[in-house]
């Protein structure tokens, strides 16, 4: 029997993936370091393997557990128009964010992701007005963007964990610091344990998506009072 061809995702669905991931897509990510930035003056994270293991954890017990679980539902959501479902999820994160750093960087995320979907070619105004009164935070509108695409859930969700491994790759080259080789080297750790997580969020069901990380909570209140910041607090 014939080996049947893998499915080509279209050249114009891969590239607003790509576009989405783009550290250059303007919605202010590169201003936070989710706690890292604390976590190198007060958890020990001063070497490059370290934040490797650092940011790997929180990929998998912060990312895939929450955000990543989220997009996985929101994508469908969107698709089918399920706008309950959609405000259902939306107070969840927001409900889940346990600082308010937290909470304000995905509102603003979101706020900006929303603008510049509003200036995109192709998105659907009905959409983007129901995520407007939300409001939305920035898994959510993450989430509309990537159902414009023919992608599918899975592609949607690597290309949201690529950017934000990307993200947070910048922010431990500036506060550990680290230089570019270093960043090279945890980026291409953290690529090879995106898939694992992806899977995790795509199966994880409603009651077991949670967004418990303690420490992260209390790295990301010291960070307000921390003496010298380079990164939104």
């Known amino acids: 029997m014939p080996v049947q061809p893998a499915q080509t995702l279209p050249a114009s669905s891969l590239i607003q993936l790509i576009w ?4 250059a897509l303007p919605v202010g990510g590169f201003s936070y370091s989710e706690g890292l930035e604390v976590a190198v ?3 020990g994270v001063a070497t490059e393997s370290i934040a490797s293991a650092w940011l790997a954890d929180q990929l998998h017990l912060t990312l895939a557990r929450g955000d990543l679980a989220v ?6 959501a969107w698709r089918e128009n399920r706008l309950q479902r959609i405000q259902q999820l939306n107070d969840w994160v927001l409900q889940t964010r346990e600082t308010s750093e937290m909470r ?6 979101g706020r900006s992701l929303l603008e510049w979907l509003r200036n995109h070619e192709g998105a659907n105004a009905e959409h983007i007005q129901a995520c407007a009164g939300l409001p939305p935070t920035y898994p959510m509108a993450f ?20 950017g934000w491994a990307e993200n947070m790759m910048q922010a431990a080259l500036k506060s550990v610091p680290l230089g570019q080789s270093s960043g ?15 899977e995790t969020a795509l199966n994880l069901p409603d009651d077991e998506r949670q967004a418990f990380s303690p420490m992260l909570a209390i790295l990301s209140s010291q960070h307000e009072t921390q003496y010298s910041r380079l990164f939104r607090s």
Not at 143 to 162: H, K, M, N
């Open 20 to 23: 989405l991931a783009s550290p």
């Open 41 to 43: 003056e007060c958890a």
């Open 71 to 76: 997009i996985a539902q929101a994508i469908p």
């Open 104 to 109: 304000a960087q995905a509102e603003q995320m």
């Open 143 to 162: 989430a509309l963007a990537a159902s414009q695409t023919e992608a599918g859930v899975r592609d949607c969700l690597l290309a949201y964990a690529f």
């Open 184 to 198: 090279q080297r945890i980026l291409a750790h953290l690529s090879r344990e995106i898939p694992q997580a992806v």
